[in-house]
């Protein structure tokens, strides 16, 4: 063998190792981005189920508390929002943090009526809700987590190249900016 082949076998060896670098970060990036809309898509199954919820939660309070029309307005016009079509995970927190700004207001008016509290059915959709919340708070992380590795992967050398490339872009976080829902919650006996 000469001296040409073997460098001519030496770089065809380096094109090829490139190559199969290259198609397994390509093939990387296509499964986060997968990752990350499928966890999107179960956070939107749990807020439709939310969204589902809040109509029985308000016909409930009404029976109760007919004279709090303007929270109930609140709730329906917030809830409208939220379950509106198309809306980005920064868009779609923001309209979640309204519906929970309402809610509250909803459950502090139900706070003031002990029968409607007392009631079997108000308390089986707040427990629905809780739940609900909790489902959304699970997904949250997931989504989260699989947004940040989308996100570092599309920042870091040398993967960046290949994401440039293929047009990879970083995706949105899915955040709460409502800061009762941050806080601990408070139980009392």
Do not use: C
């Not at 190559?19 to 981005?33: D, E, I, M, S, T």
């Amino acid at each position: 063998m000469t001296g040409g082949l073997i460098a001519v076998l030496v770089v065809v060896a380096l094109v090829v190792v490139v190559l199969l670098w290259a198609v397994a970060q390509y093939n990387g990036f296509v499964r986060l981005r997968n990752l990350v809309q499928e966890s999107w898509r179960q956070i939107d199954v749990e807020l439709h189920r939310r969204h589902d919820l809040i109509p029985n939660l308000v016909e409930s309070v009404k029976g109760y508390a007919a004279h709090e029309r303007g929270v109930f307005d609140e709730v329906t016009r917030a809830r409208a929002a939220a379950a509106g079509p198309g809306a980005g995970p920064a868009e779609q927190a923001a309209q979640e943090n309204a519906l929970n700004a309402a809610l509250g207001r909803l459950l502090a008016v139900a706070e003031n009526y002990p029968v409607l509290r007392a009631s079997e059915n108000f308390q089986q959709l707040q427990a629905e809700l809780a739940n609900t919340e909790d489902r959304i708070a699970a997904g949250r992380r997931f989504y989260n987590a699989n947004v940040r590795e989308l996100n570092t992967k599309v920042e870091t050398f040398p993967a960046n190249v290949i994401a440039n490339m293929f047009g990879f872009t970083r995706a949105e976080y899915f955040e709460v900016d409502d800061p009762q829902i941050r806080q601990a919650p408070s139980v009392s006996f």
